[in-house]
């Protein structure tokens, strides 16, 4: 062997030539050098003392055997300096993943583009590339840059890198390991929100903002501006006996007018318009009738933009969604130079999830590239584009292609492509891909299929299904009657993956629980699925998002203020008082007269319980709110009640499918969660108010409009792997980037283009269509709709074929599809995609 790798060495060898320099390898791995042997003898007795000192756990030794293959000499390739070399051994050893160890060793200063198909690794590669940049290009972490989809994304992309420095540091004991561990923190591992609001700290000032710019959501606001706007609008009719604004607005009520306005304006914003695009657009004419409809939108939508934009500048303030628009104002005005003094450095810039960037964020990514002179490495994949709806552009690589093309610089589209697919089994992938050609050569879905950068999906594994996809068929009218079909495979399925989770337990295998999903479209149907098996006492874990303000822990504290503040109202002292917090057991039902509650009732109830409502009720008199509040907590630990809740149901149901110690450990972490929950609570209110002047009327009004209205806040993520076996019930959307053993998918019955009121865009974001449509009440639209709307059912079956092959990829071993053609004959759904004719 000549020179001393930096990072890694590739040996072509026998065994005999192997066992020779044994020691010198060792002494390789044990520096951090990662080895990958190519061998022909199966017998790796002589690896042992390797194996067994972890360097395989560490992913320092990778060993490849073709037992058939003669090799009178040995090669080797280090750091990746020959790849041509590289390629000739991966055609005698098919487990070896040649294009990820290409991308993982391409040279220091390429830009690279990866497409990567579902399950191809994509994460594995994007660590491998950092390690490669820290150790053989001396690269401080510091000066990276990745960019998530979404901030799960990111804690996980931080866990896997950190664990991954920490396995190769237990093994070789190198200071450089820990060095990278210690400003591990210091790599910038961000949303795009986040990663654009750490920029607007630095270079706000140009826009006018100060260093404490705050994020907002206005939803309140911005529904009084338009109500204010509408109020001028209609001026006149309100001030004339016979105005008839009703007719006006026809087919809406005003309330509708009032949320049809609010959800356009949203559009405009997830399409990623600009505040001056917004005040600009064209809604060109109308058909006669539908003037006046037209005349409005165009008057109040940009009125509320300019008092939108006009708040937030006096606030200094923005909204997550306003993040990267106003990194582009700067960049439009300002170009590279503001960006020149920022604090950190971004040698590399990583995207991960490229394929959901919408236009403001790839011209951003552009602008930074040319600003630090970055490399980039951006992966996706186009046929997961998914997030149209918030402006995410499918041609994204195209566009940033292009963006750099304009600065002269290349970035490499061609070499970097991602096959070998490591969740699904390759005989499901075969039944699939069937499906997926068709819908490819029919325009619904980019699937190349050419040699070499193809998208077809290669298999490196067999499953041992009889049936790995089953695909349902039915036709009924309403989706409560698909539960007689859709219950039993459920209730079949769930079990299945139960029995391999078992005999895995009883054999001690160290391996993933397997888990078993449902799929649906929206929430809504996410939802009745999850009351569906709550009712059939399946257990079952609703994961759509959004949830925190439904949750039992904000729902049972807000009993708690109801309570004190009503403490002689007896609905609210009895949800008090037998709930996590009054503790009691007492059945009070048949206390109640005919005539209601009495005060005989009342008090009663608050016998039953240690709540002390006078004690506290002191308390709020002479301290602050949020003190006593937080009092209550310590002293009446509502978890511990939850604990027990939640051991009862599940010794009563699920006793004789899992041990006591099982669900007292499942009971254990449900009450670490509501807790964990309670913790967040206490956060969001001392951000909301003052600890010394909020009174308990203010907490329960702001507790009532984000119980009622807000769906983007996450409950707090209790990163512990499930103690017992869950049916997973979420959406498509969610479930990006996930894997589950079995999938199944209901409700495929679902029109993609429903009869609501819609507003479309043309390419160039210059003019707006509208449709004002409610069901039995006839509709309004204007003349661009008509020539827009062709383009948009388009774009709209492609993006509902992507979201179907989303689902789909999902599953390793087993896919179950429930067919309903209940709208196959007239409209588009996935039932129609997934006809015998394959989307005909």
């Known amino acids: 062997m000549s020179n001393t790798p930096e990072y890694s060495l590739v040996l072509f060898a026998d065994i005999s030539f192997i066992r020779d320099k044994l020691d010198k390898l060792c002494f390789y791995m044990d520096s951090g050098i990662k080895l990958l042997l190519f061998t022909n003898n199966e017998t790796i007795l002589c690896m042992n003392k390797l194996i067994e000192k972890g360097y395989k756990k560490a992913k320092l030794l990778h060993i490849f055997v073709n037992k058939d293959l003669i090799i009178n000499t040995p090669k080797e390739v280090q750091d990746g300096e020959d790849i041509s070399l590289i390629k000739q051994f991966s055609n005698y050893f098919p487990k070896f993943n040649f294009e990820q160890y290409k991308i993982e060793h391409a040279p220091l200063e390429e830009n690279i583009m990866v497409k990567a198909g579902a399950g191809t690794g994509k994460t594995t590669v994007m660590i491998d590339r950092i390690l490669y940049l820290m150790k053989k290009g001396k690269v401080n972490p510091s000066e990276i840059v990745m960019i998530t989809f979404t901030r799960e994304a990111a804690r996980n992309m931080y866990k896997k890198l950190r664990k991954e420095l920490f396995l190769r540091f237990n093994l070789t004991k190198s200071r450089e390991y820990i060095q990278w561990i210690e400003t591990l923190n210091n790599m910038r591992i961000q949303t795009i929100h986040s990663f654009a609001k750490n920029l607007l700290k630095e270079v706000g000032s140009l826009r006018g903002y100060g260093l404490n710019v705050r994020l907002r959501s206005y939803t309140t606001e911005k529904r009084r501006w338009i109500e204010e706007e509408l109020d001028t609008y209609f001026e006149s009719e309100l001030q004339s006996v016979y105005g008839n604004i009703e007719t006006l607005i026809s087919p809406l009520r005003m309330y509708e007018l009032i949320d049809t306005i609010y959800d356009f304006w949203e559009k405009f914003e997830q399409k990623g318009f600009t505040s001056k695009e917004i005040i600009n657009a064209q809604f060109g004419t109308a058909p006669e009738g539908h003037e006046r409809m037209n005349h409005l ?315 002390d409502f006078q004690k506290y009720n002191r308390q709020l008199k002479a301290l602050p709110v949020l003190s006593v509040l937080r009092r209550v907590l310590e002293q009446r630990k509502p978890a511990q009640w939850i604990y027990s809740r939640r051991l009862d149901k599940l010794r009563e149901i699920h006793e004789l499918d899992y041990s006591d110690e099982q669900l007292k450990q499942d009971a254990n972490l449900y009450a670490q969660q509501y807790e964990l929950n309670l913790g967040k609570l206490f956060e969001k209110m001392h951000q909301s108010f003052s600890e010394e002047f909020v009174s308990l009327s203010q907490i329960n009004n702001w507790l009532e409009v984000n119980i009622a209205t807000n769906r983007d806040e996450e409950e707090v993520v209790y990163d512990v792997e499930d103690v017992l076996d869950y049916i997973h019930i979420t959406t498509v959307h969610r479930s990006k980037g996930l894997e589950y053993h079995t999938v199944l998918i209901p409700f495929t019955e679902r029109i993609f283009t429903p009869p609501f009121s819609k507003i479309i865009f043309n390419k160039d974001k210059t003019e707006v269509g509208w449709l004002v449509h409610k069901l039995g009440s006839g509709m309004k639209q204007n003349d661009f709709y008509q020539s827009l709307v062709i383009d948009e059912d388009m774009e709209t079956i492609q993006e509902e074929t992507r979201l179907l092959y989303v689902a789909m990829t999902r599953a390793k071993r087993q896919l179950i599809i429930h067919r309903n053609r209940k709208n196959d004959t007239y409209n588009w759904t996935w039932s129609r995609l997934l006809s015998a004719e394959r989307g005909r």
Request: with cysteine; net charge neutral; hydrophobic share 35%.
């Open 297 to 611: 939108l165009e008057t109040v939508i940009p009125a509320v933009e300019k008092r939108f934009a006009k708040a937030k500048m006096e606030e200094n303030s923005l909204t997550l969604s306003d993040l990267s628009r106003e990194m582009d104002y700067i960049q439009e005005e300002y170009g590279e130079n503001a960006f020149k003094h920022l604090s950190s450095k971004v040698s590399y810039l990583f995207v991960d999830e490229f394929q959901d960037s919408d236009d403001i964020q790839i011209r951003l990514l552009a602008t930074i590239q040319q600003t630090f002179f970055s490399k980039l490495f951006v992966v996706g994949d186009i046929k997961q584009s998914i997030y149209r709806f918030r402006g995410a552009n499918h041609t994204a690589f195209e566009m940033l292609k292009k963006h750099l093309e304009k600065r002269n610089v290349t970035i490499n589209d061609k070499d970097y492509y991602l096959q070998r697919n490591y969740r699904t089994s390759a005989k499901l992938l075969e039944e699939m891909d069937s499906y997926f050609l068709c819908w490819g050569g029919k325009g619904y879905l980019s699937y190349q299929t050419s040699t070499g950068n193809s998208d077809q999906l290669i298999g490196t594994f067999k499953g041992e299904e009889e049936l790995p996809l089953t695909i349902d068929n039915r036709k009924e009218e309403q989706k409560e009657q698909m539960r007689k079909h859709i219950i039993p495979f459920i209730r079949e399925r769930f079990k299945m993956t139960k029995e391999i989770n078992a005999q895995r337990r009883e054999s001690e295998e160290e391996a993933e629980k397997e888990k078993f999903a449902v799929l649906t479209r929206t929430i809504d149907e996410a939802r009745l699925i999850s009351t569906w098996c709550k009712e059939e006492k399946l257990l079952e874990k609703l994961e759509v998002g959004g949830s925190f303000y439904t949750s039992r822990a904000v729902r049972d504290f807000h009993s708690l203020i109801l309570g004190l503040l009503y403490p002689n109202d007896a609905k609210f002292v009895s949800n008090l008082v037998f709930g996590p917090y009054g503790k009691a057991t007492f059945k009070f039902s048949r206390l109640i007269s005919a005539n209601g509650y009495t005060e005989e009732t009342i008090d009663f109830i608050k016998q039953q319980t240690s709540f």
